[in-house]
């Protein structure tokens, strides 16, 4: 270390351990206004400095996300801005998804997962072709059951297997038609 640092970090080390002794607080916390406040992120801690809320911007993802953590330090709430829309992500104790409110093709979907690290969607209520879908899916997170809008602007009703190729043929479906209901099995 050179003179002149000597003669700048010794007067500080000096200051900090004399207001550390005596409780002297030389920065005081004041409360102030802003009326425009510029960062790339914000975090929010708490009395023993464990982030509960950050606010950042991912430069690499060109996203904006807001993040709470519950006191385990796990995150309990996400909400996201991104290329195709935004999201809203609840989170369990654990950290692990239970549900979503996002964008889905220009279109809105609320999701619900199972909790787990696996982040199996069990439950999609979304926007389709025709109208809204309601999505049922099993443990796997394939799907079982479908109720929608058909083309003709009315109701169906498809029950899958329950696997990924059973998905791609109905087992039961329950359409109506503009000429009436319509019953088609698989054979």
Known sequence: MSKYERL???????????????????????????ERIVARE???????????????YDEAKGNTSLELFNQEG????????????GAVGIFNQE???TAAIQNEANAGAILVYNG??????LVALRAGLYGGVLEINNAQGLPTGIMGNNASNNGYLGLFKGELLGFLTPQIMLNVAEDGPTIQTAK
Do not use: W
Request: glycine share 6%.
């Open 42 to 56: 914000v975090v929010i801690v708490n009395s023993e400095g464990q982030e509960m809320a950050v606010l950042k």
């Open 74 to 85: 796990n995150r309990v709430l996400s909400l996201l801005s991104y290329e195709d829309g």
């Open 95 to 97: 950290g692990h998804l």
């Open 8 to 34: 700048i970090i010794y007067p500080l080390l000096f200051l900090a351990l004399f207001s550390a002794l005596t409780g002297v607080n030389i920065v005081n916390a004041t409360q102030q206004f802003f």
């Open 116 to 121: 787990t690290r696996q982040m199996t969607k």
